[in-house]
């Protein structure tokens, strides 16, 4: 479904509410859509060769952000794993690996001097920003009316009256739901840290 159809869909239903802070809100259930749990459909690939992206480190540093700012192909949100191409993704690297917030990118922290070495990193992409009615979201389309429209909805009417029983069965049960559907499932995804305020 286009998101210029989602939102005029719940401007039937939400007649004080204007476009613009449909969207805000779009946006504020797709990226707790995409981020409460890693997404498989939101894993970062490397462009030129397909496989994780690569971490290129210095001797005595051991801080890198993992965003397109420092040669990455997107923002992470979440990195999940760092390893060895020689070693195999079972024999993670000792990281604290710290998730994106508002202010800082997603961030590998080595608990050793990681040296001039490469190492290969599952990690998760930001989810696109929903700013207005053209941009898409990356949710299936099968979960825009089961489960986007109702968590919309839920926030809406939490706003509107202070509590929604909508929203209470968005964060519980179809939340969990569509994760269970759209999880990397087959993949370990410990090591993370959330940061406050994301």
């Known amino acids: 479904m286009l998101t210029s159809s989602l939102v005029a869909l ?3 239903e939400a007649k004080n509410w204007s476009s613009e802070n449909i969207v805000d809100v779009i946006n504020e259930v797709h990226r707790i859509c995409l981020t409460a749990k890693p997404v498989g459909r939101m894993r970062m690939y490397d462009s030129t060769n ?21 040669g990455f192909d997107n923002d992470a ?6 390893y060895n191409e020689s070693d195999g993704i079972g024999s993670p690297k000792d990281c604290i690996c710290l998730d994106s917030d508002i202010d800082s990118a997603a961030q590998v922290q080595f608990q050793f001097d990681p040296g001039a070495n490469d ?4 990690a998760y992409k930001q989810p696109t920003e ?3 009615t053209s941009i898409q979201l990356d ?28 929203w209470v069965n968005f964060m519980k049960t179809l939340l969990p ?7 990397d499932y087959n993949k370990n995804i410990g090591g993370h840290v959330p940061r406050r305020g994301y």
């Not at 190492?119 to 599952?122: D, E, I, P, V």
């Open 10 to 12: 719940i401007l039937r």
């Open 50 to 70: 397909g496989k994780d992206p690569t971490l290129t480190t210095v001797a005595g540093t051991y801080t890198y952000d993992i965003d397109i700012a420092n």
């Open 77 to 82: 949100w979440r990195v999940a794993v760092v």
């Open 119 to 122: 190492y290969l990193l599952r």
């Open 130 to 132: 929903i700013l207005s």
């Open 139 to 166: 949710i299936p389309q099968s979960f825009h009316l089961s489960h986007v429209y109702e968590g919309v909805m839920g926030h809406i009417e939490k706003a509107d009256s202070g509590r929604s029983e909508r």
């Open 177 to 183: 739901e569509m994760q269970r559907q759209l999880s």
